[in-house]
């Protein structure tokens, strides 16, 4: 079946590449109108460009969703801008690659300020919006380590696993509202995260060492988590709502 989201209005944050970048692209060709949101403001509008060269239909924000203000800006700027806004995505996130005793205060206040404050900011944003239009869908990104935990990111499995739970509890406060929220929870996927903090070179020799821990034996592309996206805000998902879709090739069936 088609998804069709002409006439509405998708919010996505970490936008400018990677996942975020796929979800964006995926809106546009189902005929959303998009608000794209990232730090990296080049990168940001070059998407932003490619996805329409006249800006009509998309604009951007640059700047940290970990500031509660920010967020509730971006969604007031896509009500101002569009009318409305029927779903937000929070793809933004960040990794540190340590365990927990070589994680600093820095490093754990700086992944849990994106990963989960910046998602509590943007979804309660986009909530009480939601909420007074009586519509609406978010999609916030949680990880099969969220669930099942990995040595040496002990910070970032936290942040996810706040996120999902985030997930379920807005979910049942918003059952009634016609708001559903719903998370996607991606495993190896080839994307600038993948590869960041990583102790030795990314080279193809490591991507193929990911790949073969995928039952699949393959990496997920960015594109193959955004089409989960865009049937977890459509439609076709009207009666799913605080469920964490894992979308990882087997990876957590064993």
């Not at 080839?190 to 034996?217: K, Y």
Request: glycine share 10%; charged share 15%.
């Amino acid at each position: 079946m088609q998804i069709d989201f002409t006439g509405r209005v998708a919010v996505v944050t970490g936008a400018a590449s990677g996942m975020g970048a796929a979800t964006a692209r995926a809106f546009r060709a189902a005929g959303a109108k998009v608000l794209l949101v990232d730090r990296n403001a080049a990168l940001l509008n070059a998407v932003a460009l490619e996805l329409d060269a006249s800006l009509e239909q998309v604009t951007t924000m640059v700047g940290d969703v970990s500031q509660s203000a920010f967020c509730d800006a971006v969604i007031a700027q896509a009500v101002t801008h569009f009318g409305r806004v029927d779903a937000v995505v929070n793809a933004a996130g960040i990794i540190v690659r340590a365990g927990a005793v070589d994680t600093t205060d820095e490093d754990w206040m700086r992944i849990m300020g994106v990963n989960v404050s910046g998602v509590f900011f943007m979804a309660r944003a986009a909530a009480r919006a939601m909420v007074a239009q009586g519509s609406g869908s978010i999609v916030n990104f949680g990880s099969i380590w969220g669930d099942v935990g990995a040595a040496g990111v002990a910070a970032y499995c936290a942040s996810k696993g706040a996120v999902h739970n985030l997930t379920r509890a807005m979910a049942l406060e918003h059952a009634q509202h016609g708001v559903r929220v719903n998370a996607v929870c991606p495993g190896e996927v080839n994307t600038p995260m993948l590869a960041s903090e990583r102790n030795e070179p990314v080279s193809a020799a490591l991507l193929e060492r990911l790949a073969q821990s995928v039952p699949m034996g393959r990496l997920a592309e960015p594109e193959e988590i955004a089409r989960v996206v865009l049937f977890l805000s459509s439609d076709l998902a009207s009666y799913m709502t605080g469920s964490l879709v894992t979308v990882d090739a087997g990876y957590t069936a064993r």
